[in-house]
């Protein structure tokens, strides 16, 4: 596509773009044809002044600063008011809620444990335990994860037996008795769970392979914690971490320590924080003409 569009004389341009350190350090060593195949772009669009800084250290010319574009996607409203009718309806209007979004394959027993643990210090309390919303990363694991839960000794109310739609109104009476975990073996509902949350762990964080997407859980105002593998999410997880709003832990033992000790960053940080690097949209538009005007054009090989 790169070699056509440039003989084609046709400008291509990466938008949303970035270069995680460690996909920056594999390339540099091993697969340099990956950044002779970038240095093929007229320019790039990136997130922050780090990743300019790494494209320009591969040769990219062209390149425009324009932020995260995923703070500025759309939140489905209905989503957002069925999470909280959805928690009234488990009756954890008032229960300590925490969201599990993406957990991917090597991280459920390192979640159950978290479990397990929270479960120990509230009994140890007297007080109730957690209702966790548990959302695996693929469908394909959704009867695996159900079926781990259980075997661990919780209750497990699974989301794909409530109806087709996610609208409390319409699933009938809640449960005789609270479960400890929702499971989310649904799709494109991803909003709604997160909405219910007090506190939302996000998924890959204790996987090599990287954590996942902490826009939506921030564009919701919920603090966001995750394991240690952040590489994948360096923006904008580096810069949420300096304003407070998001935190990375070593291991269960940690995680499970940071949800019992209130990782619960005020909402007007969280909002100053997506107020700080909003606007990538329009940014975004100024800088295509831009970035057009300064390129000579693709030179054909």
């Not at 540099?28 to 320019?43: D, K, N, W």
């Not at 959805?86 to 300590?96: D, K, V």
């Not at 499971?183 to 991803?190: A, I, P």
């Not at 940071?258 to 538009?285: K, M, S, Y």
Request: hydrophobic residues 45%; proline residues 8%.
């Amino acid at each position: 596509m790169i070699a056509s569009a440039r003989a084609a004389r046709v400008p291509l341009l990466m938008c949303n773009a970035q270069y995680p350190s460690r996909s920056l350090a594999r390339d540099s060593a091993h697969f340099p044809i990956r950044q002779a195949l970038m240095r093929g772009f007229t320019g790039a669009l990136v997130k922050s002044d780090l990743q300019r800084q790494r494209f320009a250290s591969i040769g990219l010319t062209n390149i425009a600063v324009t932020g995260e574009l995923r703070f500025e996607q759309p939140v489905p409203r209905h989503y957002v008011v069925a999470g909280r009718d959805a928690r009234r309806w488990l009756g954890a209007e008032h229960r300590w809620v925490i969201t599990i979004a993406s957990a991917v394959e090597g991280e459920d027993p390192i979640y159950v444990e978290v479990i397990r643990r929270l479960h120990a210090r509230q009994r140890h309390l007297g007080l109730e335990p957690p209702l966790v919303v548990y959302v695996p990363r693929r469908p394909e694991r959704f009867e695996l994860v159900a079926a781990t839960l259980e075997v661990a000794g919780l209750q497990v109310l699974r989301r794909s037996g409530l109806g087709q739609g996610f609208s409390p109104q319409g699933w009938g009476p809640p449960p005789i008795s609270a479960p400890d975990v929702l499971l989310g073996d649904s799709l494109g509902e991803m909003y709604a769970y997160l909405e219910m949350a007090d506190q939302v762990v996000v998924g890959g964080g204790f996987s090599r392979a990287g954590a996942h997407n902490i826009s939506e859980a921030l564009v919701l105002g919920k603090p966001v914690l995750t394991g240690p593998f952040i590489h994948t999410i360096e923006y904008p997880f580096l810069e949420a971490l300096a304003a407070g709003v998001v935190l990375s832990v070593p291991d269960g033992a940690a995680l499970a320590d940071a949800l019992v000790q209130g990782f619960r960053p005020p909402p007007r940080e969280i909002a100053a924080f997506l107020h700080a690097h909003d606007g990538a949209t329009l940014r975004t538009l100024a800088a295509l003409p831009e970035l057009l005007s300064r390129s000579s054009g693709p030179r054909p090989h």
